[in-house]
Nanobody, 124 residues
């Protein structure tokens, strides 16, 4: 069973960049497709980006396409999301998640393992 720990959140101004990291332990992260979700107050948890086991393919929500980049380093058992040109509407708690499924799903229930989340706040 894999454990996930996120880091890298913080308070930034609009237009700034942040890189979030998700360290996996208790298993080999390369056995899982990995994803970043986010949840803003009063809103449902939404998929931001997802990367395949191989790292060769990624999916992005329309709201972050062109601004966010997901990547993984299998040697370090770590997944990243580079977030550029941040906007106030990107403010949320960001969660790392893992799934053994090869089917791309935006539904949180499709992901078996979750981190505790890291807060990202973007001020205007």
């Amino acid at each position: 069973q894999v454990q996930l720990v996120e880091s890298g959140g913080g308070l930034v101004q609009a237009g700034a960049s942040l890189r979030l990291s998700c360290a996996a332990s208790g298993g080999t992260s390369s056995g899982y497709a990995m994803a970043w979700f986010r949840q803003a107050p009063g809103k449902e948890r939404e998929l931001v980006a997802r990367i395949t086991r191989s790292g060769n393919n990624a999916y992005y929500a329309d709201s972050v396409k062109g601004r966010f980049t997901i990547s993984r380093d299998s040697a370090k058992n770590t997944v990243y999301v580079e977030m550029n040109s941040l906007k106030p509407e990107d403010t949320a708690v960001y969660y790392c998640a893992a799934t053994e499924s090869v089917v791309v799903s935006r539904a949180p229930r499709a992901y078996s393992y979750w981190g505790q989340g890291t807060q990202v706040t973007v001020s205007s």
